[in-house]
Each structure stands twice: as C-alpha cells, then as structure tokens.
C-alpha cells in the first residue's frame, strides 16, 4: 500500500525558511516523479512543483520560483521542499503527492502545516 | 483567478445526476489530459478521473470524465449523501509549465 508522510510544518516568521520532509512507501520511489500541492486555508488547491525520478528536472509555480527548492533523496525514499524567504501567503497545507503519468495525482499524503505569521 | 474555470458549486437531490464542469484553454486543457480529484471534508483529495475518463481501481462507475476541446466535465450519477466534497480539475499548463487547478466545485447532497 503507497504511504506518502510529511513532516516539518510549523510556525515560522516571515522572511524565514523551513524544510519540509516526505517519506514514501509501498511502491519504487526512485520510478516516479513527485510534486508538492499547497492549500491555503479555505481556499483550493495550488500546484507548487514536480520533480523528475532523478531530480534531474524541477518545475515550480512562478509565486515560489527563486525561493523554493525542491529535492529527493531516493536511496532514502525521501522528497524535500526547501521553503526560503516566505511570505504570509505562503500559509497553507503541503501535500506530497506521487505524479503519475499526464499530471495525474495519483496518492496524496495527509498534508503538512505551514503557517507564515509574526 | 484560477487558470481552469469551474463553478462555485452545484446541488442536486439524492439518487440524481450532477455535471461539473472545467473550462480552460487550448494550452492546458486543448493539449494535456484532465484529472478530477474528490476532497472530502477534513481530508486530503483523492484521485477520481485521471486521462480525462479513466478511473482508478477503487472509484465506483458512477463518477465519470469527459473532454472536448478546452473543457472537460466531471458527471456523477445516483447521487450519495457521502459523496459531499470539493470537486478540482486539474492538468498541465503547456504555455505556463505548470500544474494548474480549477478553483473547486462545493458539492451538495440535499
């Protein structure tokens, strides 16, 4: 059974940075893509990135391009969003999610909060 | 502002038929497969459609997708009290290189 589990919300000032963690299990890590999706609360959802098997290739929403990083580790099964420089808008539910082919999302984790105030 | 256009929400009676629908352009949804995902309230969403009208294993036949052009729908057939949920659709963007969502659809069981 795929598991996906977040790790690393909180509260955080802005201009300040976290990493969020993702570890995957039940299926071969290293054959996917993987994405981060956000949801601001109330509100719908947002894609904020995908990242190919090998990290070779990342694509980000413009509203992140500069300030988020995202990475894999796939010896560890493990997926990473390195959150820079954020903003109160950058408030909101990060969900890992698999990607499978044609933008499918196909398994999501439970989501992790992110919550960007003074 | 959404790329992909969907209505604020649709109502239907039990036991009926409700159509939801996403309206994008011909760089997302005129080019790239549309996916449809049901979040239930408090909860992740979950995969319903993926390639425009497939279903993965586990999804009953009443949830189906379609696609012409630059728009898709989502029909939902014998309506459920359980299946109350936000509806999104969601592609590529070819133009942007991006992933895009519609805004959700509130769907209401009365």
């Known amino acids: 059974e795929v598991h996906l589990v977040e790790s690393g919300g909180g509260l955080v000032q802005p201009g300040g940075s976290l990493r969020l963690s993702c570890v995957a299990s039940g299926f071969t890590f290293s054959s996917y893509w993987m994405s981060w999706v956000r949801q601001a609360p109330g509100k719908g959802l947002e894609w904020v990135a995908n990242?190919?098997?090998?990290?070779?290739?990342?694509y980000y929403v413009d509203s992140v391009k500069g300030r988020f990083t995202v990475s894999r580790d796939n010896a560890k099964n493990s997926l990473f969003l390195q959150m820079n420089s954020l903003r109160a808008e950058d408030t909101a539910v990060y969900y890992c999610?698999?990607?499978?082919?044609?933008?499918?999302?196909?398994?999501w984790g439970q989501g992790t909060l992110v919550t960007v105030s003074s | 502002q959404s790329v992909l256009t969907q209505p604020p929400s649709v109502s239907a009676a039990p036991g009926q038929k409700v159509t939801i629908s996403c309206s994008g352009s011909?760089?997302?949804?005129?080019?790239?497969?549309v996916s449809w995902y049901q979040q239930l309230p408090g909860t992740a969403p979950k995969l319903l459609i993926y390639?425009?009208?497939k279903r993965p294993s586990g999804i009953p036949d009443r949830f189906s997708g379609s696609k012409s052009g630059t728009s898709a729908t989502l029909g939902i057939t014998g309506l459920q009290t359980g299946d109350e949920a936000d509806y999104y659709c969601?592609?590529?963007?070819?133009?942007?290189?991006?992933?895009?969502f519609g805004g959700g659809t509130k769907l209401t069981v009365l």
């Open positions: 999610v698999r990607l499978a082919a044609r933008q499918a999302l196909d398994y």
């Open positions: 969601g592609t590529w963007d070819s133009s942007l290189i991006a992933g895009v």
């Open positions: 390639d425009n009208n």
């Open positions: 011909s760089s997302n949804i005129g080019k790239n497969y």
């Open positions: 990242i190919k098997q090998d990290g070779g290739e990342k």
